[in-house]
């Protein structure tokens, strides 16, 4: 459980807000922990190659699933500005996955306080997971509501919600 303090607040049962929000936490945590340039980009991006599906849970007043579709490359790079190494070096294939979920860790608890009701409300986060991300799954998951599309220097990213 985490204890935070409110901001104005975001209903998860609007898209656009939700499509905001994801931007806005995504944008700023690449810019802080890989000095990455980010920029919302449209729905005709194309899938990443060799992608993961990352999902971490949240519950409280607000409850749900945020879910993170990125290419392993996108991991290397993550992790090769982490450790110092280049995206194609043993450490950075290796901690790919990794360092992804710790991008998604970041961004759900830099969410909580937007989707918290009361100041000091407490949620509980589940570890994040990974799995395969087949490329035929990637327009039904661009197509759902609220879906935030980023292009991270050339990586194509898409997060959402699941509630």
């Known amino acids: 459980m985490s204890n935070i303090t409110a901001e104005p607040r975001v209903e998860l049962t609007c898209p656009e807000s939700v499509k905001g929000l994801l ?3 995504t944008i700023g945590a690449l810019q802080t922990m890989a000095f990455f340039c980010t920029d919302p980009t449209d729905s005709g991006a194309l899938s990443p190659e060799d992608a993961v599906l990352i999902s971490m849970g949240f519950t409280g007043t607000s409850s749900g699933t945020v879910e ?15 450790l110092g190494c280049g995206p194609t070096d043993e450490e950075a ?12 860790n970041v961004v759900v608890g830099m969410m909580m306080p937007r989707l918290a009701i009361e100041p000091g409300e407490l949620f509980a986060l589940t570890l994040p997971s990974t799995r395969a991300f087949e490329e035929g799954e990637w327009e ?24």
Request: aromatic fraction near 6%.
């Open 68 to 82: 993170l579709v990125a290419g392993k490359y996108f991991g290397q790079r993550l992790a090769s500005n982490a």
């Open 23 to 25: 931007e806005e936490k």
């Open 93 to 104: 294939l290796t901690q790919a996955d990794d360092s992804i979920r710790e991008l998604v």
């Open 140 to 163: 039904s998951f661009i197509a759902a509501p609220g879906v935030a599309i980023l292009d991270a220097e050339g990586d194509t990213l898409a997060l959402r919600i699941i509630r």
